[in-house]
């Protein structure tokens, strides 16, 4: 039998299966272009912002959208924790909740492709996140859901939702070569080359239509030694800098027009994402091994997504039935987990690398259909099911050392699995013309957490033509990744890297816990918002109360022998757990001026209270105390238009608060902050202009310089440093994109 039995809330997909065939099609345009859903209207709160194609083709990514993403209001780039590990691998952070809480979807389907990668001591992972997984030529839109909007999604949306929209399939023929490139001024930075290809069209016009693309992306690494400049910081050792990429990517559509009403989608893509090493690690140090893989591959992340979607419209709403298989392979130099410094590629005495393999697989089956009605008032009921089960498959990261003496199982599990289901209803009321309310309901349940209530409302109210009210209140939640989840995850440390000493030199183990808890957050958000005539501005304040935060414990469950040595005393243990709470609150503004049919000026701002952990006191994450972002646009004519654009960055400070004896400078596990530099990093802002223009209807070509004032900071080893990571210097870039 086997070991996670069927669920029976299963069965509640079956309508949703099955409503393709035993409803009435109705003839003509889809309902949702008559009634507004509840995701719809929740999609018009405050905590939402849209990246139109016209935006990311007047400021391409030089990697990825998270460059662009970032000048949306509560959005940063930052890591998972306020470690400063992997601090050039930063990803997208929503209202300083942590990566891990911001959710990655490919037109509405979840991307988890990250959790292939290890989790480290810290909380960090050694990946660039799921926001490169679909070249910018191939995106329509940019959805950036905040707050309680996001709640809705599900696990691991608790800080926020990036859905990325893909392009549509054509029913005329049309297709495009893209070419990119980025050059910086400082030679040791590394350059950037794109080009892709897209295609679309019929197959059987009205019927059946195809699309297809390709992507190569290559970017090479910064130099090893770039950090070496800030050296009156204390930084001549090798920290590195930028990363190197090669990514390849290729992707097609097909869509089936069944009758006018009804329609079925088939995507499948494949992608590879290759690194060029130069030095990047956890903990800051290299080895004469480490050292002689500068430039070579030393992670290669393999993805596959198949998705098959139903989509119809019924006379009595519409319905949209989801059936989605990933798989990633995430395969990585086998990496030190004792003996050595954690996160480091080993040196097992051959001459090449030796690749280890991470294997995640996500089955996923989701249904949703839309019921309008009216009982006293208008409604549109959305009622939803999901089932999805993840499989990872780690020997490298998930095997047990034998410890004969200790009192957890010696038996390595490689392959952990989580089985879980959730269903939902929404229901978007119109009390009045005016008035308009969504209340939700969401229960998801998992065979390693069990089950979840996350309750949500949000609202609209109309002041005035011009003026309107909108907030709301929902709580949302993240199941323990299977890595801290898993019993035989373990790390190693040989004393620098301990919440406590113990004394006698001895070091410690990091493990996992099956008895973790979900992480909790109830997210709340209120605002006004002005529009006249294209003038727009809106005001918001938002707060989440974060509870049961997972990271490494700092109380030791046990001491006993590893059954590698002898070691006197024996070693220390640690476990992940929950800690107690968190909070985050800040504001977050719009502002645009449309001073003409060829003039505008566009901004956003956000401001931190606060982003701290209550029990620890440090921050959740590095982030700057507010950041600004301003751009005008001027269109002189239809071939021509320009950007200048300005983003500033608040002070940012480091955390102060010691997590190991050697950064409180003592070896008695007592108090103070010796081992931590308190180095605050100063507010600065980094200029951008670029020009396009449209040769004829067929070509059109941009350039631009980013970091016109070549503002740069430098990545520092120094524990307890703000400076984590590299600002990029001034560059050139150029595109081009010839269609027909």
Not at 241 to 266: C, F, H, I, M, Y
Not at 637 to 644: I, P, S
Request: glycine share 10%; proline share 5%.
């Amino acid at each position: 039998m086997s070991q996670y039995p069927f669920p029976s809330f299963k069965l509640a997909l079956l309508p949703l299966l099955f409503s393709g065939g035993m409803a009435h099609a109705q003839d003509g345009a889809k309902l949702d272009d008559i009634y507004v859903t509840a995701e719809q209207q929740v999609k018009q709160s405050l905590g939402v912002s849209k990246i139109d194609s016209l935006d990311i083709e007047r400021r391409p990514p030089v990697n990825d959208i998270s460059e662009l993403v970032r000048t949306m209001p509560g959005v940063n780039l930052t890591g998972n924790t306020a470690s400063g590990q992997h601090g050039n691998k930063r990803q997208i952070d929503i209202r300083g909740m942590g990566p891990e809480n911001t959710l990655i979807m490919i037109d509405g389907r979840p991307v988890t492709s990250r959790n292939s990668a290890r989790m480290s001591w810290r909380g960090e992972r050694d990946t660039i996140g799921d926001s490169d997984w679909v070249p910018t030529a191939e995106i329509q839109s940019i959805e950036v859901i905040r707050g309680p909007a996001a709640a809705r999604y599900g696990s691991g949306a608790a800080g926020g939702v990036v859905n990325i929209v893909t392009k549509k399939v054509s029913n005329e023929y049309h297709g495009a070569i893209n070419a990119f490139m980025n050059l910086p001024a400082d030679k040791e930075e590394g350059d950037t080359h794109r080009i892709g290809f897209d295609l679309t069209g019929p197959i059987i016009k009205d019927v059946l239509g195809f699309r297809l693309y390709g992507n190569l992306n290559s970017t090479d690494a910064d130099s090893p030694y770039i950090n070496q400049r800030s050296g009156d910081r204390g930084s001549k050792s090798l920290v590195a800098g930028q990363e190197g990429l090669l990514n390849k990517d290729v992707g097609g559509r097909l869509a089936w027009r069944l009758s006018p009403a009804q329609t079925l989608t088939l995507d499948a893509t494949y992608s590879r994402q290759g690194n060029r090493y130069n030095g990047d690690g956890p903990n800051n140090v290299q080895t004469d091994y480490t050292q002689s893989l500068y430039g070579k591959e030393t992670r290669r992340v393999y993805r596959q997504s198949f998705a098959l979607t139903h989509e119809g419209a019924w006379d009595w709403g519409d319905s949209k039935l989801v059936a989605q298989y990933d798989k990633t392979t995430n395969s990585h130099c086998s990496e030190a987990l004792a003996g050595g410094p954690e996160g480091l590629c080993q040196d097992l005495g051959t001459k090449d690398i030796t690749y280890a393999d991470s294997v995640l697989t996500t089955k996923r089956l989701a249904g949703e259909v839309h019921i309008p009605f009216s009982v006293w008032v208008p409604h549109v009921l959305t009622m939803g099911a999901e089932y999805q089960h993840d499989k990872l498959n780690d020997p490298d990261g998930l095997r047990r050392i034998p410890m004969p003496n200790a009192v957890y199982p010696a038996a390595a599990n490689h392959t952990p699995s989580l089985s879980s289901w959730a269903g939902y209803v929404e229901d978007n009321i119109s009390l009045t013309e005016q008035l308009k309310v969504v209340p939700m309901l969401r229960y998801d349940h998992n065979n390693k957490t069990g089950g979840n209530v996350s309750p949500g409302i949000n609202m609209s109210w109309q002041l005035h033509p011009n003026w309107l009210l909108k907030g709301g209140i929902a709580r949302a939640y993240k199941v323990p990744n299977l890595y801290q989840s898993t019993d035989s995850y373990m790390l190693y440390s040989k004393g620098n890297g301990c919440a406590v000493s113990s004394g006698s030199g001895r070091g410690c183990y990091l493990i996992g816990n099956s008895k973790l808890k979900p992480e909790t957050s109830v997210n709340k958000e209120i605002g006004f918002e002005f529009s006249k005539n294209g003038y727009l501005a809106s005001l918001a304040y938002f707060r989440n109360d974060y509870k049961n935060k997972i990271e490494a414990g700092r109380q030791i469950i046990f001491t006993g022998s590893s059954g590698i040595s002898a070691r006197p005393g024996g070693y220390d243990y640690f476990e992940w757990t929950n800690t107690r709470k968190a909070l985050v609150e800040g504001l977050e503004g719009n502002f645009t001026l449309p001073f003409s049919k060829q003039w505008k000026w566009v901004n956003n701002f956000t401001y931190m209270f606060n982003s701290k952990n209550k029990e620890t006191g440090n921050p959740l994450s590095i982030i700057p105390k507010y950041t600004i972002n301003s751009s005008l646009a001027w269109a002189p004519t239809e071939k021509w238009d320009t950007l200048l654009t300005y983003t500033y960055y608040g002070r940012q400070k480091p955390r102060t608060v010691p997590v190991n004896p050697v950064e409180a400078g003592i070896g008695n596990g007592g108090q103070g902050t010796v081992g931590l530099s308190g180095e605050e990093m100063g507010s600065y802002g980094i200029w951008g202009i670029s020009a396009g223009y449209a040769v004829n209807k067929n070509i059109n070509v941009r350039a631009g310089m980013s970091n016109i004032f070549n503002k740069r900071i430098y990545a520092s080893t120094l524990r307890g440093t703000a400076y984590t990571y590299n600002e990029r210097g001034r560059a050139v870039w150029g595109n081009m994109k010839v269609s027909f």
